[in-house]
């Protein structure tokens, strides 16, 4: 990620934070952990939060990686990838 004090959201600290929760509440689901549920379902919402604030911050004519963002977020059930791909799409 980024060093100093930019607080700027990020797509992909964004995305490695929504993994993270997601890791969190399964093991609080699996252990019973209502503690490492609730953490991982805070993450999640707060990782969604930072990738919608990043993808409006987000010019889809200079950035963005087109069909292939397109594509990923359609494998991993994002819609937010789907979106943004559709976007950021170059015309071939």
Known sequence: ?????NQQPSLIGGHVE????AAES????V???QAWTTSG????AHA???MKAAGEQRNPSSQ???KVEQKLGQVTGCEGM????????RSE
């Open 41 to 44: 379902e805070q993450a999640k």
């Open 82 to 89: 789907v979106k943004e791909g559709g976007a950021s799409k």
């Open 48 to 50: 969604v939060d930072s």
């Open 26 to 29: 399964t093991i609080g689901s």
């Open 1 to 5: 990620m980024s060093s100093g004090n």
């Open 64 to 66: 963005g990686f087109g």
């Open 18 to 21: 929504y993994v993270k929760g």
């Open 31 to 33: 252990t019973g952990s």
